[in-house]
């Protein structure tokens, strides 16, 4: 199975919401929070960009709109082609102006999560790792513990989405096992199990200060990295919210 990454950040995302499909554009306007709003649609143009470089459609605002992503009932993105449900699998992450988007062509249970990395508290630690995960965390020098913190608790959030549970389920419920404690730019892999005896595999890497993760319940290469492929086309003012 061939697992693909993108990333956007907020000054890639357009001003105009002509690219958004009609739920979509409903949704935005129910966020009342300008944060929140510029979170959702970064998240979502992100998105938008990997489908498109996927399957080379031409980032023109019309045809963009014709994908719409929409939440499950669990939350979990589905994605959408001429209003018709699409045989591709995404996950979202967005964190401090950037955004992520994994996509797969098949169904699959998949999750990625983007993490900064930053000095947590020590009750932090205690209230949600496994004693297992606080042991490694322990060992770790200075230099790589908060980077160690960061992988273990960015791939916990791409396992409960891959769970399609999310943050309602106890983080300790899912244990990361990396194979490598520091990896640089270059993905390592990990697994993460659930207390049900699932195993979900993966990859994690740290660029810049930031970290990413993917996890699916199914083996896969590190993730291919796509391009969005032009400027959109699109000259809309902003769409009142």
């Known amino acids: 199975m061939d697992m693909y990454l993108l990333e956007q950040r907020e000054q890639d995302v357009p001003e105009s919401n002509d690219w958004l499909g ?6 935005v306007r129910s966020l009342n929070f300008l944060k929140r709003r510029a979170d959702w649609r970064l998240g979502r143009w992100a998105a938008k960009c990997a489908i498109a470089s ?17 939440p499950a009932a669990s939350g979990q993105p589905e994605v959408f082609l001429h209003g018709d ?6 996950s979202i992450s967005h964190r401090s102006g950037m955004a992520i988007c994994a996509l797969a062509r098949q169904s699959v249970r998949l999750g990625c999560d983007l993490e900064l990395v930053e000095a947590h508290s020590t009750a932090f630690v205690a209230d949600y790792f496994t004693p297992e ?15 160690l913190v960061a992988m273990l608790w960015s791939a916990k959030e791409s396992a409960l989405k891959a769970l399609h549970e999310g943050l309602r389920r106890d983080t300790r419920s899912v244990v990361v096992k990396p194979a490598r404690l520091s990896c640089g730019e270059a993905w390592s892999s990990i697994e993460v199990h659930s207390i049900e ?15 990413q993760t993917v996890v699916a319940d199914a083996c896969f290469s590190p993730p291919i990295q796509l391009q969005a492929r032009s400027s959109i086309d699109c000259e809309s003012e902003i769409d009142a919210a």
Not at 197 to 211: D, I, N
């Open 133 to 147: 995960e606080q042991e490694l965390i322990e060992r770790a020098g200075t230099a790589d513990r908060w980077r």
């Open 54 to 70: 996927l399957q080379d459609i031409p980032l023109h605002a019309d045809l963009l709109a014709t994908i719409q992503i929409c």
């Open 22 to 27: 009609a739920r979509e554009r409903d949704h």
């Open 197 to 211: 005896g699932e195993c979900f595999h993966g990859w994690w890497r740290e660029r810049g200060g930031e970290v």
């Open 85 to 90: 449900p699409a045989d591709v699998t995404v």
